[in-house]
C-alpha cells in the first residue's frame, strides 16, 4: 500500500485509486483520547471480521447498524441528489466518514467522479474503509482514504462540489471553524448535506450539561475499550449540543 503525505496544506489532491492513503496534519482542535478510543474499535472490528468471514459470516452481520443506516438513508441520498442537481465529474468530500459507507453510496451516484472519506483515526481508515467498499462494490478510481481533521481541511479553496457529514460535526471542539472549513473549500454553489441533530435555541446551558453528563451505554464502553464501571460520559466523549443558530 502506498501512504503519501501532504507537505503544504492546501496542496492539490491527485490520488490515483483507494489503495492509497493521505495524510494530513492534525490541529490542536482534535481529542486525542477519543480518537485512540476510536483506533480501538476499529482494532477489534477488523479482527473480528476476519475471524467470522473464516466462518461464513459477512460484513453486514458484523456492521449491521451502520450498513442499516446507509442503505436506509440511500434512497434519501439518490433523491436529495437528484433534486439538486449536482454537476457532472462532481468533487465531493465525507467529513467524519468513519466506516465510510455514505462516501461509498456517494461514489456510487453517476455524476461523482471522486470521493474523498476524511477520517480522524487511521485504524479506520486503514483496516474498515476497505470493508466497507469491498461490500458496495465501490469503484477503486473513485475514492480516496484520507486521515484527516475537518476542522483543517487540506483542499484549496472552491475545489469541492458538495461535503457531506453524518453525525460527526456534533463532535467539532469549534462548530465555527468547521462550518468556516467547509464553505472555504466548496465551489460557488456548492453545499454541505449534514444529517445531524440540533437543539432549539431556548435551551440553557445547565440542560446541556444534564444532556452531555449522561453515561455512554454498556455496549457503547465495551465497543471503545471503555473499561466495565468506569465513569465515562457523553461530553468526554466528545460531544456537543449545538443549537440551530449555532448550526
Request: hydrophobic share 35%; proline share 2%; with cysteine.
Amino acid at each position: 500500500m502506498t501512504e503519501k503525505v501532504n507537505e503544504n496544506r492546501y496542496q492539490e489532491v491527485n490520488i490515483k485509486n483507494s489503495e492509497e492513503i493521505i495524510r494530513w496534519h492534525i490541529g490542536n482542535k482534535v481529542r486525542h483520547d477519543v480518537v485512540e478510543k476510536m483506533d480501538y474499535r476499529a482494532h477489534v472490528e477488523k479482527e473480528e471480521f476476519l475471524r467470522k468471514s473464516l466462518k461464513g459470516i459477512n460484513f453486514r452481520d458484523i456492521h449491521r447498524e451502520a450498513i442499516s443506516r446507509g442503505e436506509r438513508y440511500r434512497h434519501i441520498l439518490d433523491m436529495i441528489i437528484q433534486m439538486l442537481n449536482i454537476p457532472d465529474n462532481s468533487v465531493c468530500a465525507d467529513l467524519g466518514a468513519g466506516t465510510a459507507t455514505f462516501a461509498a453510496l456517494i461514489s456510487l451516484q453517476p455524476k461523482v467522479q471522486k470521493v474523498y472519506a476524511v477520517e480522524i483515526s487511521e485504524q479506520f481508515t486503514k483496516h474498515i474503509m476497505p470493508i466497507t467498499f469491498n461490500y458496495f462494490k465501490v469503484p477503486k478510481e473513485k475514492i480516496v482514504r484520507i486521515v484527516g481533521d475537518f476542522n483543517r481541511l487540506e483542499f484549496k479553496d472552491n475545489s469541492l462540489d458538495f461535503t457531506v457529514e453524518t453525525g460527526s460535526f456534533h463532535h467539532s471542539e469549534d462548530i465555527a471553524i468547521t462550518l468556516s472549513e467547509c464553505y472555504r473549500v466548496l465551489r460557488p454553489g456548492g453545499f454541505l448535506l449534514a444529517v445531524e441533530r440540533a437543539r432549539f435555541n431556548t435551551i440553557s446551558e445547565s440542560k446541556k450539561k444534564i444532556i452531555l453528563n449522561k453515561e455512554l451505554s454498556k455496549e457503547m464502553k465495551k465497543k471503545y475499550g471503555i473499561p466495565d464501571g468506569e465513569s465515562y460520559t457523553r461530553e468526554m466523549w466528545g460531544e456537543h449540543e449545538y443549537t440551530f443558530d449555532e448550526w
